[in-house]
């Protein structure tokens, strides 16, 4: 089950950071009833099951926290908001230029981000721009890319650093995800032997048929 950015923050009560780079059991967010909501759902017998059995536990945490007011169910739509604005404007390249956006201060900025989401707006931009470079290289295909060209696009004072951290987020280089990108689009695109074979088969019939 997924929530939206900063959805999860008024059901755990804390600051996000608590759970950044962290798997927990559930009971160490919720206690004893954690414990049962997690049998629950693995006794569930299929994935609508598991969804049902969580949602059931949910629910009424959530009216709970509408039926108190819409100002901490407000901040979640902030901060989803702000999310949603890096992942739909590519041109987002630095936290700045994010706050004067937003027409708010850059701490503030950085607390909200950190408090409801547990990381920093830097990471959330770096995170989408790094999305958008793996799109360049799928439409770039085997002509490649020029990844100076790109690093600054994207926002980098330099090519060492796009490709440090593209490295570090995807778990390999640039110029190898290209590669392996390029290569699995041509495998995918290429008709096969068979399918070749049968095609021809088709057309022999087909002439046949004609005459």
Not at 104 to 131: D, F, M
Request: aromatic share 6%; proline share 4%.
């Amino acid at each position: 089950m997924m929530f939206r950015p900063g959805g999860f923050r008024p059901l755990l009560g804390r600051s996000l950071t608590i759970l950044t780079d962290r798997v927990v059991p559930v009971a160490e967010i919720f206690g004893p009833a954690g414990n049962a909501v997690s049998e629950a759902v693995l006794a569930a017998s299929d994935d609508a099951g598991m969804v049902a059995a969580f949602e059931h536990f949910l629910r009424p945490r959530i009216d709970a926290l509408a039926g108190e007011g819409g100002s901490r169910l407000a901040t979640v739509d902030q901060v989803a908001g702000i999310v949603e604005r890096v992942a739909a404007d590519p041109t987002v390249l630095r936290v700045d230029d994010l706050a004067d956006q937003l027409g708010i201060g850059v701490r503030s900025l950085q607390r909200l981000c950190t408090e409801h989401i547990g990381v920093g707006p830097k990471w959330i931009i770096r995170r989408y721009r790094l999305h958008e470079a793996t799109a360049r290289m799928a439409e770039a295909g085997s002509a490649g890319c020029d990844w100076a060209r790109l690093a600054v696009e994207l926002g980098y004072s330099d090519q060492a650093h796009f490709v440090r951290d593209f490295t570090a987020t995807i778990g390999v280089s640039p110029a190898r995800y290209a590669r392996e990108t390029a290569s699995t689009t041509a495998r995918a695109t290429k008709p096969t032997a068979t399918s070749t074979r049968g095609h021809g088969r088709r057309a022999v019939i087909g002439r046949r048929g004609r005459g």
